[in-house]
């Protein structure tokens, strides 16, 4: 019997194949709006805390009568200097936010990319290296000239009051000192951005791997829990850095041993974690909100970034 070979018809020709983005990576444009619209929310809400944070860290004296309750503290400044006085420098922060978070998320997505296995699971070591990278990337790119405004309006409010508005005070700054006086402090908060990035993302990818593995469906409350648990143990592992990092950029300013010194003079060893409870009452508020906000924008979005 004779065999019979298929021959391909010469008219058949085969589908052309489109690359379909995959599904386990985040799409870079919804990384990037994603974390810009969470930091932004995020800042807005917890900008209190951060302001009586901020006005603890840059008390000189160790005997100075400021409280240290983080809700003591605003409801007196809102008593004598009026609620408004609690969101000066909020705007320049909430771009800052805005801006870092945006580069932080898309950074980290990015590089979380690169290192996930084969399953898009992303090990606890590389998790917390794709954190550092993040937030070094957000600190040159958005965190330490806003940071560096914020901390100086709020120092100047108390004492001077020189600075009108955050673009006002950017104008003198620039002014007086150049533009480099906006990067005052970057080392430290570099420093700070790439240990608290590293701990918060780190912390918040071992926490989701660990909710897979148990069952726990993805929602806005677990991404909440878990993003202020991140938020705690942040605060206690990384506050020396935060602490540096203020005193680098009050409107004086200071050098990095300088800062050091001074708190050390000032408050003993205990001094570098000046501030913790009222950075805590924020970071657990600014975890939970920043990673539920993201995960669910993220959510949206994404099925307009696979039809692409």
């Given at each position: 019997m004779a065999h019979i070979i298929n021959q391909p018809k010469m008219n058949e020709t085969k589908a052309p194949i489109v690359p379909r983005q995959d599904p386990r990576k985040t799409s870079q444009w919804v990384s990037l709006a994603a974390g810009g619209i969470a930091g932004g929310v995020e800042a807005g809400i917890t900008?209190?805390?951060?302001?009586?944070?901020?006005?603890?860290?840059?008390?000189?004296?160790?005997?100075?009568?400021?409280?240290?309750?983080?809700?003591?503290?605003?409801a007196q400044v809102a008593r004598q200097e009026g609620i408004s006085a609690l969101y000066i420098g909020c705007s320049s922060l909430i771009i800052g936010?805005?801006?870092?978070?945006?580069?932080?998320?898309?950074?980290?997505?990015?590089?979380?990319?690169?290192?996930?296995?084969?399953?898009?699971?992303?090990?606890?070591?590389?998790?917390?290296?794709?954190?550092?990278?993040?937030?070094?990337?957000?600190?040159?790119?958005?965190?330490?000239?806003?940071?560096?405004?914020?901390t100086a309006m709020i120092d100047d409010a108390k004492t001077n009051r020189q600075f009108k508005s955050g673009f006002h005070a950017v104008t003198v700054l620039v002014k007086n000192h150049g533009l480099r006086e906006l990067y005052r402090g970057l080392v430290s908060t570099t420093i700070k951005q790439s240990a608290t990035s590293a701990v918060r993302m780190g912390t918040y990818n071992i926490l989701k791997e660990t909710g897979k593995s148990q069952g726990i469906a993805p929602s806005a409350v677990s991404s909440f829990g878990m993003g202020a648990l991140a938020g705690l143990v942040t605060v206690y592992a990384t506050q020396p850095f935060d602490t540096l990092k203020t005193r680098a950029q009050s409107v004086s300013g200071a050098g990095l041993v300088e800062a050091s010194r001074s708190v050390m003079r000032e408050y003993g060893v205990i001094g570098f974690w000046k501030g913790s409870s009222m950075r805590l009452g924020r970071l657990l508020l600014s975890g939970g909100i920043v990673f539920s906000v993201y995960e669910q924008i993220s959510a949206l979005l994404s099925p307009m970034a696979q039809t692409e």
């Open positions: 900008y209190p805390f951060e302001y009586s944070k901020t006005r603890v860290q840059l008390v000189q004296g160790g005997t100075a009568a400021t409280s240290s309750n983080p809700l003591r503290l605003i936010t805005s801006g870092k978070a945006a580069v932080r998320f898309l950074s980290y997505d990015t590089i979380k990319g690169f290192l996930s296995d084969e399953q898009g699971k992303l090990p606890a070591g590389r998790g917390i290296l794709a954190g550092m990278v993040a937030g070094m990337a957000e600190s040159i790119v958005a965190v330490t000239p806003t940071e560096r405004i914020k």
